[in-house]
């Protein structure tokens, strides 16, 4: 009788072993799952963030327009054109006319977009405004995102 409760106990202590392997397995797929989901939810909040820092930009320059509606068509960036630094700084009033205001306005917001998101490129179409001395004014953010083959684009649209 002894060696059959001998067996007896083996059987059971391989059983409860064989447990503990399927419990190990069953937590490794949950942590992995946990980690998978942790890591989603950073690649849409970096996105939330360029998103934003992108309406930001958009908006300062839209303000920046207001701010300077003489310049008109001054305020006109081309897909894809790197501006250069303006010959005037601008630093004090009464230095620049409107159109040297909106070349410093333009290389101001073109470089923080460049320094805010990846790959950045900016454009600015000017349309003059139906029946009205207005001009809209079409801002237009687009960035490299991580992992994707097109390009993120915000715009917005001014009139002023």
Request: overall charge negative; aromatic content about 4%; hydrophobic content about 50%.
């Amino acid at each position: 009788m002894n060696g059959s409760n001998r067996l007896a106990g083996a059987a059971s202590a391989g059983f409860a072993l064989v447990e503990v392997l399927v419990v190990a397995v069953l937590m490794a797929v949950g942590l992995l799952g946990g980690l998978s989901l942790l890591l989603t939810g950073l690649r849409a909040s970096r996105l939330a963030l360029q998103q934003t820092g992108a309406a930001t930009l958009a908006a300062d320059l839209g303000d920046r327009i207001l701010a300077n509606r003489s310049a008109g068509q001054a305020y006109s960036l081309g897909a894809g054109t790197l501006l250069t630094a303006p010959v005037k700084t601008c630093q004090s009033a009464g230095d620049c006319d409107p159109e040297d205001v909106a070349a410093h306005d333009l290389y101001e917001w073109q470089q923080a977009a460049i320094a805010a998101l990846p790959g950045a490129m900016t454009s600015v179409s000017v349309f003059p405004a139906d029946a009205t001395p207005a001009n809209v004014y079409l801002i237009v953010v687009e960035w490299v995102q991580a992992g994707r083959a097109s390009a993120a684009r915000f715009a917005l649209t001014v009139q002023a």
